[in-house]
């Protein structure tokens, strides 16, 4: 079953073959398949979402930012081990201070930031080994 999403009505297809034979704006390539739960829709996509930051998997070995601020502490050093829980820098951000902590036990590889630095969200902050 192929659903198509044309200017907010959605018509639900049961052959498949109709969706490829639609003219629509002479096969605009705007016009993207997209799957959703199994389900598939026929739609169109704006410049804005084309050019969107694609979802990328997250790297468990990587410290990053989840808001922008500045950075006010760091408490430890490459090489340093850490236990779950341990405080690894200090943000401030909105005049709010979070503690930035450990997510397992590990090793600290690499400290991206230095103390006093303003950073946007999703900044690489320190990596673990």
């Given at each position: 079953?192929i ?16 969706a490829?034979n639609?003219n629509?704006?002479d ?5 993207q398949t ?5 389900a598939?829709y ?22 990053r930012?989840?808001i ?17 829980g ?14 930035v ?8 590889k ?5 103390k ?11 990596t673990?080994?």
């Amino acid at each position: 079953m192929i659903r198509v999403l044309l200017k907010n009505m959605v018509f639900h297809l049961s052959d498949p073959n109709f969706a490829k034979n639609l003219n629509m704006e002479d096969n605009n390539p705007k016009y993207q398949t997209f799957v959703v739960n199994s389900a598939k829709y026929l739609t169109l996509t704006t410049t804005k979402f084309d050019r969107r930051k694609k979802w990328q998997k997250l790297d468990p070995k990587e410290i990053r930012s989840f808001i922008p601020g500045s950075i006010i502490e760091i408490f430890v050093t490459p090489g340093q081990q850490l236990k779950a829980g341990e405080v690894i820098l200090t943000l401030e951000a909105m005049k709010m201070y979070t503690k930035v902590t450990m997510p397992y036990d590990g090793v600290i590889k690499s400290i991206e930031v230095t103390k006093g630095n303003k950073i946007p969200k999703d900044t690489l902050l320190a990596t673990i080994e």
